[in-house]
């Protein structure tokens, strides 16, 4: 071969090479597509202020965790999350005109993230409300929503909310097969013992019942996403400490008395945002 035939191969060469760096540079630059699925943990029901043009009925924050991991990874993200959502609204709608949850994902979806099933068998809002009305006729005094209810909560939780998260996990996995999908846990909202009577008027007795009840939940929660496949993202450890009891600034969950959201028993802002980096974290998103 000659020298200028040598020399108009190697630049060819080279001028390839350079096309496929700028190609794989310009692909690896292309944004995630990331959707947003869930319930009022993921929505941020109760942080202001609310997201433009989302639902108002859904009670979405325009800084809910979803909001927060797409400005951190640079992330299209399309938010269907809606405050009240339960494992059913995946597939079925919840409101007039909002289609369930599940039609925002696609084979195109890049990463899914969600908190569900706390709603289901409006297990949360009826144990709260239980407990605090029998922890307000005792005056914080003994057990009486343990005493009155027993293990009925976690029942319904191990039979009932278990295979629902399980269906709807499927349904997430068989409409997004190639996306990486975090589901998580709920952070704690009373502490393992004690309490504070001045903020959630529920019995000392009945602190560790309604912990329990919220263990429960998360381990059904984790126990789906194995089954099915899907990431837990479990901050069980990392919420230890930031309860409803907790000061102001420490606290990732609101108390309904003296509460800096509107929405008591939720996250505020600090609560979403370390949400945002632990389900990054597990997804390996940073």
């Given at each position: 071969m000659s020298r200028r035939l040598l020399v108009t191969a190697?630049?060819?060469?080279i001028a390839a090479a350079g096309t496929f760096a700028v190609?794989?540079?310009a692909n690896a630059a292309d944004p995630i597509n990331y959707v947003a699925l869930g319930d009022s943990y993921s929505a941020a029901s109760g942080v202001s202020p609310s997201a433009p043009g989302a639902p108002a009925q859904c009670l979405r924050s325009a800084l809910n965790y979803p909001t927060l991991i797409a400005r951190a990874t640079g992330a299209n993200v399309v938010d269907v999350t809606c405050g009240a959502a339960q494992t059913s609204h995946f597939t079925t709608s919840q409101y007039p005109g909002l289609a369930p949850q599940v039609d925002a994902l696609s084979a195109d979806t890049d990463v899914v993230t969600m908190t569900i099933g706390g709603n289901d068998s409006g297990i949360f809002i009826r144990a709260a409300a239980t407990c605090a009305l029998a922890g307000f006729f005792t005056g914080g005094k003994g057990s009486p929503c343990?005493?009155?209810n027993g293990s009925s909560f976690e029942?319904?939780?191990?039979?009932t909310t278990y295979p629902d998260l399980v269906k709807a996990l499927t349904a997430v996995r068989e409409k997004a097969p190639n996306a990486k999908v975090g589901i998580i846990g709920y952070p704690w909202i009373v502490p393992a013992t004690g309490g504070c009577f001045d903020k959630i008027p529920v019995a000392t007795g009945d602190i560790p019942y309604m912990r329990s009840l919220q263990a429960t939940l998360n381990d059904a929660i984790g126990r789906a996403a194995a089954a099915t496949g899907v990431t837990y993202v479990d901050i069980n450890q990392l919420a230890d400490g930031h309860d409803v009891c907790a000061a102001p600034g420490v606290r990732w969950i609101e108390p309904p008395i003296n509460a800096q959201n509107s929405i008591f028993a939720h996250p505020n802002a600090l609560g979403?945002?370390?949400m945002a980096a632990a389900a990054m974290a597990a997804l390996n998103l940073n």
């Open positions: 190697a630049a060819a060469m190609t794989t540079s343990k005493d009155g029942d319904t939780v191990r039979n979403e945002r370390e």
